[in-house]
C-alpha cells in the first residue's frame, strides 16, 4: 500500500473519477477530492468510499487549504469547461488555479505537482474555454514550481458526462441523431485511461518540467465517433447530417432555455475549426500503451465496474 498523501483539486470530475480507481489499483490509499459539485462528490464517495471527497469552492479561500498540510503530490484538474459565462471560467479556470498555486507555495515541503492543461491553448478557437485555459498554463508556467504540464486533447472515458458519454446516452433518447453539416470534422479523441497512467508515470518517475502535448494517436472524423458509439452501444437512432447554420440555431434556442447546455455555439465552432494537434510520442515518453479507439470506445461503454455510473452534466 502506497500512502503518499495525493491531493485531487477538481477531482471529481471525468479525469479525477478515472484518475482515484486507477489509483487505487496501484495501491494508493491516501487520496483527498476536493471539488464543488456536490452531485459527482457524492458519485465518488460512492464508488471509493474509503478516500476522502470534500466539498469546496476553490475560488474562494476556505477550509479546504488546510487540507494541502503534508501533502505529497497535487494534481490540479480543475477546469470549467463549458458554459455561457465567462466569469464561470474566470473563477474555475483561473482564480482557483492562484489559490491552489498559494497553497502549494505556503507548504514547508512544497508537494509535487502535475498540472493537467489543455490542448486548446495551441487552438486557433478563440473562445472562453481557451482563453481561460491558455491564461491557467501561462500562470503555472509563472509560479515558480517545477512541474510537468499536460495538454490532453477531447477525452472520454468512464464518468463520461460531457463528451461521448452525453452523446450516447442522448443517442438512446432519441430516434434521430443530428450531426452539423457533412460531418468530416478531424478529431483526435484521447482516452481517459491512458492520459490517467501517464498522470501516474509522472508521478511514480517524478518528472519535474516539460510541456507535453498528450494527443489521442488516432485521427477520427466526428461522424465516425458518432458511428462507433452507436456500434458499442447498440443504439437505434437514425444518424442524419442536417445544415451547418440550422444545427447552430438549434444549439442558440436550447441556449435560452438550458443555462448549462451540453453543447454550445462556441464548442461547435471549436469542433469545426480544423485543429490539428503535435502527436508526440507519450507512450515511449511515459512508458505508457496508447489503448486503440475502437477498443477504448468498448471499455468506456462495456466494462463491469464503471460504465454504468453517470456523472451529473
Given at each position: 500500500m502506497?500512502?503518499q498523501?495525493?491531493?485531487?483539486?477538481?477531482?471529481?470530475?471525468?479525469?479525477?473519477?478515472?484518475?482515484?480507481?486507477?489509483?487505487?489499483?496501484?495501491?494508493?490509499?491516501?487520496?483527498?477530492v476536493?471539488?464543488?459539485?456536490?452531485a459527482?462528490?457524492?458519485?465518488?464517495?460512492?464508488?471509493?468510499?474509503?478516500?476522502?471527497?470534500?466539498?469546496a469552492?476553490?475560488?474562494?479561500?476556505?477550509?479546504?487549504?488546510?487540507?494541502?498540510?503534508?501533502?505529497?503530490?497535487?494534481?490540479?484538474l480543475?477546469?470549467q469547461?463549458?458554459?455561457?459565462?465567462?466569469?464561470e471560467?474566470?473563477?474555475?479556470?483561473?482564480s482557483?488555479?492562484?489559490?491552489?498555486?498559494?497553497?502549494?507555495?505556503?507548504?514547508?515541503?512544497?508537494?509535487?505537482?502535475?498540472?493537467?492543461s489543455?490542448?486548446?491553448?495551441?487552438?486557433?478557437?478563440?473562445d472562453?474555454?481557451?482563453r481561460?485555459k491558455?491564461?491557467?498554463?501561462?500562470?503555472?508556467l509563472?509560479s515558480?514550481?517545477?512541474?510537468?504540464?499536460?495538454?490532453p486533447?477531447?477525452?472520454?472515458?468512464?464518468?463520461?458526462?460531457?463528451?461521448?458519454?452525453?452523446?450516447?446516452?442522448?443517442?438512446?433518447?432519441v430516434?434521430?441523431?443530428?450531426?452539423?453539416?457533412?460531418?468530416?470534422?478531424?478529431?483526435q479523441?484521447?482516452?481517459?485511461?491512458d492520459f490517467?497512467?501517464?498522470?501516474?508515470?509522472?508521478?511514480?518517475?517524478?518528472?519535474?518540467?516539460?510541456?507535453?502535448?498528450?494527443?489521442?494517436?488516432?485521427?477520427?472524423?466526428y461522424i465516425?465517433?458518432?458511428?462507433?458509439?452507436?456500434?458499442?452501444?447498440?443504439?437505434?437512432a437514425?444518424?442524419?447530417?442536417?445544415?451547418?447554420?440550422?444545427?447552430?440555431?438549434?444549439?442558440r434556442?436550447?441556449?435560452?432555455f438550458?443555462?448549462?447546455?451540453?453543447?454550445?455555439t462556441?464548442?461547435?465552432?471549436?469542433?469545426?475549426?480544423?485543429?490539428?494537434?503535435?502527436?508526440?510520442?507519450?507512450?515511449?515518453?511515459?512508458?505508457?500503451?496508447?489503448?486503440?479507439?475502437?477498443?477504448?470506445?468498448?471499455?468506456?461503454?462495456?466494462?463491469?465496474?464503471?460504465?454504468?455510473?453517470?456523472?451529473?452534466?
Amino acid at each position: 500500500m502506497n500512502t503518499q498523501k495525493i491531493i485531487l483539486p477538481g477531482g471529481a470530475g471525468l479525469v479525477g473519477q478515472n484518475l482515484v480507481a486507477r489509483l487505487k489499483d496501484k495501491g494508493y490509499s491516501n487520496i483527498v477530492v476536493l471539488d464543488k459539485h456536490q452531485a459527482n462528490l457524492r458519485v465518488l464517495q460512492q464508488v471509493q468510499p474509503d478516500i476522502v471527497a470534500e466539498y469546496a469552492d476553490l475560488a474562494r479561500p476556505g477550509k479546504w487549504q488546510a487540507h494541502f498540510e503534508g501533502a505529497d503530490i497535487v494534481v490540479m484538474l480543475q477546469a470549467q469547461i463549458g458554459g455561457n459565462t465567462y466569469q464561470e471560467f474566470v473563477d474555475n479556470n483561473v482564480s482557483s488555479t492562484e489559490l491552489v498555486l498559494d497553497a502549494i507555495k505556503a507548504q514547508p515541503s512544497q508537494p509535487y505537482l502535475v498540472h493537467i492543461s489543455s490542448s486548446v491553448v495551441e487552438s486557433v478557437a478563440d473562445d472562453f474555454y481557451t482563453r481561460s485555459k491558455t491564461d491557467q498554463e501561462q500562470m503555472v508556467l509563472e509560479s515558480g514550481i517545477s512541474c510537468p504540464i499536460l495538454r490532453p486533447t477531447l477525452m472520454f472515458g468512464w464518468f463520461d458526462r460531457k463528451h461521448l458519454g452525453w452523446l450516447s446516452r442522448f443517442m438512446k433518447k432519441v430516434p434521430v441523431f443530428p450531426v452539423p453539416g457533412h460531418g468530416r470534422y478531424m478529431r483526435q479523441p484521447l482516452y481517459a485511461g491512458d492520459f490517467c497512467d501517464v498522470i501516474i508515470s509522472c508521478i511514480e518517475n517524478r518528472i519535474n518540467d516539460g510541456i507535453y502535448n498528450i494527443t489521442g494517436h488516432e485521427r477520427i472524423d466526428y461522424i465516425d465517433i458518432i458511428r462507433e458509439i452507436k456500434r458499442a452501444t447498440g443504439a437505434k437512432a437514425l444518424i442524419v447530417k442536417i445544415p451547418y447554420f440550422l444545427f447552430y440555431a438549434l444549439l442558440r434556442i436550447w441556449s435560452v432555455f438550458d443555462k448549462n447546455p451540453p453543447f454550445t455555439t462556441q464548442q461547435l465552432e471549436a469542433l469545426t475549426a480544423r485543429d490539428e494537434f503535435e502527436v508526440m510520442d507519450w507512450p515511449g515518453t511515459f512508458g505508457v500503451k496508447a489503448t486503440p479507439f475502437r477498443q477504448a470506445v468498448q471499455e468506456t461503454f462495456n466494462d463491469d465496474r464503471y460504465s454504468n455510473i453517470t456523472l451529473e452534466f
